[in-house]
C-alpha cells in the first residue's frame, strides 16, 4: 500500500461516519435577565453575567452541550452520560443537515459513563460499532465531535496509547467525580463539547466513546470501550433501560503493596471497607450483601470459584440480574462461602 492509500483509508472512514455524529444541545429554564446578558462569542451564554433579575420570569436558556453518535436508523443515540446527567434540563439534538429534535433519555448507565438517547426519526445513518476487544498499543483511531460547542464534526487523529487505565475525573456541568475503570487512554485532541462523540478506526467502526481528558497535560484523553455500549444497547431493546446487577458493598482491590502495609494475609481479592466521605458506609442496609451476611472488613476470595484478580464490580457484570452466585469470604483467619442473589441496580 503506498502512502497515498494510506492516507485516504482515514479519510474515507471519516465520511463514512461524520453523518452519524450528531451535536447535544443542553438547555434550562433560568430566570430571566433585564438588560445584556452573556459575552460576544461565547459558545453559550451566561444570563448572570450582566443585568437584574425579573421577578417570577424564566426563560429557556442553553447551558451546555456534547456529542454523540446515532446508533440505530430509529433515532436511538448513544452519548456519555456526564453531558445528559441533569434530570432538569432539556436535551436536543442536532445532525449533521442541521435538523432539530427534542430528545428523550431514554437511559443512564449506573456504572459506565454512557447514556442513550432517542429522537423521533426514522431512516437516519447509524454508524458500524467495533470491537474494542481487538485494539491494540499504537493503532490508529479518530475522534469526531462537536468541539467547544462550536464546531461540530471536528476530526482529531491519532494513536491508542494505553489499554485499561483507571482515572477518578471530574464529568459534567456540577464536576461531579466518577471512577472509570479499564478505559483506554490516546493521544487524540478531546475538547469540551467532544465528549459522548465517538472514536473510530480506519475501517470506519466505532471503537470507543470520548469521554474524558486531563487539564493541564498534553495529548492524553481517555474513552469508554464500545463493547461496554453493545451491552447497554441490548438492555435498552430488551427492557427498554440499561440493567446492571448490583451487590452491595464498597471495597478495596487488594495488591501486593497493600498487604505490606496493611498487614493482610492476602495480596489478592476485594477488602470490603467504607470510603473516606462522612457518611459511607462499606455494607449497603437491605441489599444483597448485606442479606447474604458479609461484613466490613471481609475480603472476598473468590466469585463464583473465579479468583478475584480483577475488579469484583467488572466481574459482577458478567451476570444477569437475579443470578445467585457463590463467595468465597475471607473473615479474619476462617475462610465461608456464602450464596448472593444479585439485584437490579437503581
Known sequence: MTT????????????????????????????????????????????????????GQKEKISVGGGSGFIVHPDGLILTNKHVVFDQEAEYTVITTDLQEYPAKVLSRDPINDIAVLKINAKGLPAVRLGNSGKLELGQTVLAIGNALGMFSNTVSRGIIS?????????????????????????????????????????????????????????????????????????????????????????????????????SLPVDYGALVVRDHRPDSVAIVPNSPAARAGIKENDIILKLNGEKISDELQDMLQKFSVESEVELTVLRKDQQMKVRVKLEERK
Open 4 to 55: 497515498n492509500e494510506y492516507d485516504k483509508l482515514p479519510i474515507e472512514a471519516v465520511r463514512r461516519v461524520a453523518p452519524s455524529v450528531v451535536s447535544i444541545v443542553i438547555s434550562k429554564f433560568l430566570p430571566k435577565i433585564k438588560g445584556v446578558y452573556g459575552m460576544p462569542g461565547t459558545p453559550f451564554a451566561n444570563p448572570f453575567l450582566f443585568g437584574e433579575i425579573e421577578d
Open 162 to 262: 494505553g489499554l485499561s487505565r483507571s482515572i477518578s475525573a471530574a464529568l459534567g456541568a456540577e464536576g461531579e467525580m466518577e471512577h472509570l475503570r479499564g478505559v483506554l487512554q490516546t493521544d487524540v485532541a478531546i475538547n469540551q463539547g467532544n465528549s459522548g462523540g465517538p472514536l473510530i478506526n480506519i475501517d470506519g467502526e466505532v471503537v470507543a466513546i470520548n469521554t474524558a481528558i486531563i487539564f493541564g497535560a498534553q495529548n492524553i484523553g481517555f474513552s469508554i470501550p464500545i463493547n461496554w455500549a453493545k451491552q447497554d444497547l441490548e438492555d435498552i431493546i430488551k427492557y427498554g433501560r440499561i440493567v446492571k446487577p448490583y451487590l452491595g458493598l464498597q471495597y478495596v482491590k487488594l495488591d501486593k503493596k497493600l498487604q505490606k502495609q496493611y
